[in-house]
Each structure stands twice: as C-alpha cells, then as structure tokens.
C-alpha cells in the first residue's frame, strides 16, 4: 500500500496565511519517515490533511490510488496527536474510548505500559503521559496501515519515551505499518525513521 | 455535614416537593374553587378562609392554588414541548448544512426580535384564546434562547477531537450520538427545561390577566389578579396581595431549583 499526497495546498481561511503549497509525498508502507521543520510549518496541518481530518483545497490525498476520504468506517490511515486529553472524551471511562478501535491484543496494552487499573479511570484520573499510550494503542487497530505521529513523546519523561517506541518499532516492523513521525529532536527522528522529509517552502 | 452542595441538593429537593403539593393540592382542589356561597362574601383572611372570600364567596385559598396548579400544568406541558423544538432545531441547525443553519438561525432572530407578550398575544388571539392559545402561545415563544444553546453545543461537539477520532475509528453515527453527545446535551436539556417554567407561568398569568388566555370560568391566577383589580380600591386587599405573593414564590422557586441545577451539575459556574 502507497499513501501519497500531490500537489496538495492549504489554508484555513480565505485571506489566512498559505499553509501548504503544492506540497508532495509519497509513503510505502514499510518505511518510517520523519518530518521536519520548525514551528509553525504546517507539519500538524499535514499529516491531519494525510489522515482525512483536513480536505486539502487542492491536490490529492490517495491511498492505494483511492482517495482517503472514500474509506468508510475504519480508517487504514492513523493520526496519533500531540495532545490526548483533547481527543479523549472526559465523559467516558478509557476502556470504553480505547475500546472504539476494535479488540485489541494483549500485546499492545502490555507493550506501551498501560495498567489493568487504569482502563477504570476517567481520563481526568490520569496524567498526559498515561493519556498518551492509550491514544498510541487506540491508533493500533487491526486494519491500520499507516501511522501519523505527533509528536507523541513529548510529554513523556526520556526512559518512558524509549520504552514506548522501543515498543513501537518492533509492532509497526512485525505489522508491516508504515510511520510518519515528526519530533523537534533530530536525535529522535534519525533513531527511529529510514529517511525524512523537510517542510521548508513557506 | 452541611456543605454547599449539600444544601444546593436540600434545597432542590425542598422546591420539588413544595411545587408537586402546590400541583397535587391544586387539582383535588378545583371543585372548591368554583364553589358558590353568597353567605360568605368578601370576607377577610381567618381560620376558615385562609385568603379570605371574594364577590361570589369562594374561597380564595382553594382559587389561588388551583390556580397556580393550572399554571404548573401549563408550564410543564409547554415547558417539555419548548425544549423538545429548541433541541429539533438547535440540532438540525448545526449538523444540517449552511442552508439550513441560516434559515433556523434567521428565525431565531426573528422571533427573538419581537416583543415576546406582543408575540404571545398574537399568536394565542390567532388560535382562538382558551387553553389552546395559551398552549400554542407560549410554546412558540420560548424555544429560541435553548436552541441557540444546542445549536453552538452540538456544532462545538461536532469539531470535538474525541468524536472526529472515534469518526475515524469507524465508529457508526447512532453510537456517536448516543456515547459522545447525547450525555453532553442531557444536563442542558434539563436546565433549559427547568429554568423554562418560570417564564412559562409568568407569561400564562399575564396573557390570562391581559385578557387574551384562559377563559373566566378557569381558577387561573390570571383571572383572579384581574377580577381583584375591581376591589382594590374597596379595600379588599387580600384578593390580590395573597395570590400574587403564592405567584412570585412559586416563580422564585422555580427559578432556584434551575439554578441549583446548573451548580450541581457544573460546580464551577458558583463562581459566576
């Protein structure tokens, strides 16, 4: 499977600064790319474009040839945001939010640290760190096949951050799950990915 | 242990209870309401009397809570009726398209622009006056202000990031609104409902005083202020004082137990 955007341009609103333009990429999905550029590129803009959040308002976003967002019900493309308590709904115990992605093994919830206990807690009962994995794990659904990162590691402390993606790697590798991360550490980034793209035209 | 929310909840409860025997109490009491006795006119508050007797020799008393009942029952029938098209329309105006957004928004605008008694006697004149007037009256009056409500709850839900995750994640629609929206718009619904009675009842006595609701033969309290108005400078005072005091608490307490309402669901907003 390829996920590849062309010539894709974006503002939120008439008027507002051009975000992208004319922008392309192009993913396999046994690659892991990093994206990078400073604050304010767009790269969030981008990868919600990738992932059907946002409609370019020109270009193409295609999946295996199909644009994104013809793919009903679960989408192959994941986005895991930089902030979780944003897309958790405060109302909801997690097992029941993390529960929206399918059955998830056991592996998973082991591999990124969640606890028996926490999957009774609303997410106010938890901190952002914790937050984060059950966004990751949520993101791992059977049928996904692409993995957006948002800087998802921010928040956590620097052996947490290894554990995870330590973690990460080995699923997206035995899954065949392409991944296309940004991060402000360039360390990071030349760790994790295969090569990486640069957001630079602005 | 007295705490604040405590006493919001005792309080809550004390307006409920107060206002289901008012209701309760009203009806049982209607036939007495009407009843004739010319031995016993306009005689002052006693024991026997407590609100004393007017022209007719009816009691009062009787009068004045069968005829907040009455406005109780109207309340609440057009009270759920109200909240039931704010919440059609707030939701059809967010999720509906611009089209549709414009159009109810427009007419919220409309309406809301038009003196509300002016808007009410209208419509209740229209309709033919009586119960039905007043029904259809004062539900066509008081929907705008809680659909405005949902229409900016259900549009702020709608770009939510949980619920655009779970869209992604396959989740069906039905499920969506059941989980993510329908627990969010519940508490709104109630307060709006609630705090929807007070504006109710005034609005029934002041169309019935006016002329243009309930019919004279019904125990409203509109007719009863109206009526009073002819003693008044006989000195019967308690004709009016008694009932227009059991009004305006009845109003208050409506309106306490909304807020106590919104402070127990939101306890942040104590603070507003």
């Not at chain 1, 059950?134 to 800087?151: K, P």
């Not at chain 2, 409860?13 to 006795?37: H, V, Y």
């Not at chain 2, 609104?177 to 609005?203: D, E, K, N, T």
């Amino acid at each position: 499977m390829i996920l590849e955007a062309n010539d894709i341009s974006f503002r939120y609103h008439i008027g507002s600064a051009q975000i992208l333009s004319q922008f392309n990429i192009r993913l396999q999905r046994d690659e892991r790319v990093g994206l990078v550029a400073p604050s304010g590129y767009g790269k969030t803009t981008l990868l919600k474009i990738l992932a059907g959040y946002e409609n370019a308002d020109s270009g193409s976003v295609l999946l295996d040839g199909r644009p994104i967002q013809d793919y009903k019900g679960y989408c192959p493309v994941q986005m895991i945001f930089q902030h979780p308590e944003t897309v958790l709904n405060p109302r909801l115990k997690l097992a029941v939010s993390l529960k929206e992605a399918g059955l998830l093994p056991r592996r998973i919830l082991d591999g990124l640290g969640i606890e028996d206990d926490w999957l009774t807690r609303y997410p106010a009962e938890l901190s952002g760190g914790e937050l984060q994995r059950f966004c990751i794990a949520r993101a791992l659904g059977e049928q996904t096949v692409f993995l957006l990162a948002d800087e998802i590691s921010t928040m956590l402390d620097l052996i947490t951050q290894a554990q995870i993606w330590d973690f990460l790697l080995k699923e997206l590798e035995m899954r065949h799950i392409g991944l296309l991360a940004v991060s402000h550490t360039m360390e990071l980034i030349q760790r994790l990915t295969t090569r990486t793209v640069t957001l630079d035209q602005r | 242990m007295m705490n604040r929310r405590r006493r919001t909840l005792l309080l809550l409860l004390f307006a409920i209870i107060f206002l289901s025997a008012i209701t309760i109490a009203g009806a049982m009491l209607e036939e007495r309401a009407t009843l004739t006795d010319f031995t016993q006119k306009n005689l002052p508050p006693d024991r026997t009397h407590l609100f004393g007797t007017d022209f007719m020799g009816r009691d009062m008393f009787a009068r004045t809570i069968s005829g907040l009942s009455l406005s109780i029952r109207i309340g609440l029938l057009t009270a759920l009726i109200s909240t039931l098209i704010a919440f059609l329309l707030g939701t059809a105006a967010a999720t509906l398209g611009k089209g549709v957004d414009a159009t109810i928004s427009w007419l919220i605008d409309l309406t809301m622009g038009i003196p509300h008694i002016l808007l009410l006697i209208l419509i209740s004149f229209a309709v033919g006056k009586g119960f039905m007037g007043v029904l259809i009256g004062i539900t066509l009056s008081h929907w705008m202000s809680l659909a405005r409500i949902i229409r900016s709850e259900v549009m702020q839900l709608q770009h939510s990031g949980y619920i655009r995750v779970a869209e992604k994640l396959g989740v069906r629609k039905a499920l969506i609104v059941q989980r993510h929206m329908l627990p969010h718009l519940m508490p709104q619904l109630m307060i709006g409902f609630v705090l929807l009675f007070p504006h109710a009842i005034l609005h029934e006595a002041s169309i019935t005083f006016l002329g243009f609701g309930l019919s004279p033969e019904q125990p409203a309290i509109g007719i009863i202020l109206a009526e009073s108005m002819r003693y008044l400078t006989m000195g019967y005072w308690w004709l009016a004082a008694l009932p227009g005091l059991m009004l305006i608490i009845t109003v208050l307490l409506f309106n306490l137990a909304g807020k106590a309402l919104v402070k127990l669901n939101n306890p942040a907003s104590a603070h507003l």
